[in-house]
Nanobody, 123 residues
């Protein structure tokens, strides 16, 4: 199975940029047909799809977050990253990376998930 792990600061100040990295092992981010996603879950709320980068480098964003979101990848390190700019306390959430191969954005299901990482935005 694919193993994925999020990393990055757990505390970010308001107005700053939230930066996270997903390191993928036991799988390649360039594997044909797969896309690599960022999803978050604010406290007491449901999952929110943020965006994804596909195996060929194509990038997709949630319309509600597109203006503040940047997703990139480093194929040499088998990593992909998330940057969310101008954060506010409403961006406090558990952030997950995940993968699927359905090819629909946002996907309804994911094949594998990282464990998630808590990010708190201070006021």
């Amino acid at each position: 199975q694919v193993h994925m792990q999020e990393s990055g600061p757990g505390l970010v100040k308001s107005s700053q940029t939230l930066s996270l990295t997903c390191t993928v092992s036991s799988g390649s981010i360039t594997s044909s047909g797969y896309a690599w996603h960022w999803i978050r879950q604010p406290p007491g709320k449901g999952m929110e799809w943020m965006g994804a980068i596909a195996y060929d480098g194509s990038i997709y964003y949630s319309p509600s977050l597109k203006s503040r979101t940047s997703i990139a990848r480093d194929t040499s390190k088998n990593q992909f990253s998330l940057q969310l700019s101008s954060v506010t306390p409403e961006d406090t959430a558990v952030y997950y990376c995940a993968t699927e191969r359905a090819g629909i954005y946002p996907p309804q299901e994911y094949d594998y998930w990282g464990q998630g990482t808590q990010v708190t935005v201070s006021s």
